[in-house]
């Protein structure tokens, strides 16, 4: 099994950056599929990015130009960079293997 633990989530002011980071517990990525999901209180599980085991990556219409999604093979993280943040992001964020495994979350709260 493999396990995911994500960091770097926080309180931030609207307009502002974080960027979240899930470390996994081996070299998964060449065979995985990553996903960055997020779940706000009351509304079901979202899918906000995603990057295949080649690199290729896509993202929700909701934070396109926003969001990126990216991996660090050698050190089995994988990041999702957020800027231009709004309020509407507030949101307890999972890291996904695709298919295999969750991590715990990690809240982001943007402030108006």
């Known amino acids: 099994q493999v396990q995911l633990v994500e960091s770097g989530g926080g309180l931030v002011q609207a307009g502002g950056s974080l960027r979240l980071s899930c470390a996994a517990s081996?070299?998964?990525?060449?065979?995985?599929?990553m996903g960055w999901y997020r779940q706000a209180p009351g509304k079901p599980r979202e899918l906000v990015a995603a990057i295949t085991s080649s690199g290729r990556t896509n993202y929700a219409g909701f934070v396109k130009g926003r969001f990126t999604i990216y991996r660090d093979i050698a050190k089995n993280t994988v990041y999702l960079q957020m800027n231009s943040l709004k309020p509407e992001d507030t949101a307890v964020y999972y890291c996904?293997?695709?298919?295999?495994?969750w991590g715990q979350g990690t809240q982001v709260t943007v402030s108006s």
């Open positions: 996904s293997a695709v298919g295999r495994s």
């Open positions: 081996g070299s998964i990525f060449s065979n995985n599929a």
